[in-house]
């Protein structure tokens, strides 16, 4: 019998783990598995993670940058909306890359939008990224810059995700990437599926990309779902969409014509680039190859498509080489 996640969560819980996606972020900077030069402004304390969070934060990684940048390299203005986006440097990276054309919206709790405003207005580096015509609130948990925009939401309320699309002049009509990396599966299950539907409803060409864990039901799920409990973070989600399918269907039953599903260990083996894999396979020993299949089996990528250019999407996503 599954175990039921706690009906409780605490904001300040799940804000929390976002200081430890950046740490992970980071560990893998340091030892060479990616690359990002501003993700070391937003991390007070360093952490050395072991060889197996390494490369799963990797894994994590380049099987989202792979749909970015597949997003990216169409043709035409874009938008990139990211619900639940912590201390995430992509937006800081992409402009370094010579890819910052594009208007990036990054939305999440006040206290962590804020804390991500004081950061970017006190280190020059990363300021002169969002400077053109923009304005810094740390008090407010704002930016408004000519293509980033970070803005407070609470996401179990839709009126304030409403109020952030208006506020940030997203366009119904241009094409959008919709992350939502390790976000999903802390809200309710009514909350996740009301926010699902919210977008579907309101672009008319968008792709919305879902990194999260899921298989609850075996001994690795339930210790993965204890840890999250003990930290006063509960996996809300993980028992509405137990599976591949029930991540797909979240999609299909909400407005997204098409969505997959793929678990991390079959995205490693089959999607991420084997130059690269080869590359940061050599650069830490690794032995711990029963839990790594493990692990990644406990983690998937999903994401639904709606398509009204009828094409844009057509050759996007897992198995288009
Ligand atoms: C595990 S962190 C992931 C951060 C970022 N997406 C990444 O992968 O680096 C989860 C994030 O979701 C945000 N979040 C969770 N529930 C939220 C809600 N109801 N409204 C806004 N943000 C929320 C948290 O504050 C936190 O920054």
């Keep these: 019998m599954a175990m039921k996640a706690a009906a409780t969560s605490s904001p300040g819980a799940v804000q929390a783990t976002n200081d430890d996606a950046s740490a992970s972020k980071l560990s893998c900077v340091k030892k060479g598995y990616i690359l990002d030069d501003f993700v070391h402004f937003f991390v007070k304390r360093p952490i050395k993670r072991a060889p197996l969070i390494n490369r799963g934060y990797y894994a994590r990684w380049a099987a989202i940058r792979k749909l970015l940048l597949q997003f990216l390299d169409s043709v035409g203005p874009k938008q990139i909306l990211s619900l639940g986006a912590g201390f995430d440097t992509t937006y800081f990276q992409l402009e370094e890359e010579g890819r910052g054309e594009v208007k990036y919206v990054e939305l999440d709790f006040l206290e962590v939008t804020s804390r991500k405003a004081t950061i970017i207005a006190s280190r020059e580096q990363l300021q002169k990224k969002v400077e053109s015509l ?41 094409p959008t990437f919709i992350l939502s990396e390790c976000v999903l599966i802390y809200l309710d299950p009514d909350v996740s599926r009301a926010v699902v539907n919210w977008a579907a409803q309101k672009f008319n060409t968008a792709v919305f990309v879902v990194y999260e864990q899921y298989s609850p039901e075996d001994a690795f799920g339930q210790q993965m779902i204890k840890n999250l409990e003990s930290r006063g973070c509960p996996l809300l989600g993980i028992h509405d969409t137990p599976s591949l399918e029930a991540k797909r269907e979240r999609f299909t039953k909400n407005g997204w014509p098409r969505a997959v599903a793929l678990n991390m260990d079959e995205i490693y083996r089959s999607e991420i680039d084997p130059i690269d894999r080869r590359r940061i396979e050599r650069l830490e020993i690794f032995d711990e190859f029963e839990e790594w299949h493990m692990m990644q089996e406990h983690y998937c990528l999903a994401y639904g498509i709606k398509d009204a250019t009828q094409g844009m999407f057509d050759n996007f996503g897992f198995g288009v080489r």
């Excluded at 407010?140 to 996401?155: A, C, T």
């Design 134 to 174: 923009g304005t810094i609130s740390p008090e407010r948990g704002e930016i408004h810059s000519k293509h980033y925009m970070l803005l407070p939401v609470d996401l179990r309320d839709i009126n304030s995700l409403e109020k952030a699309f208006e506020c940030a002049q997203l366009d119904i009509s241009v």
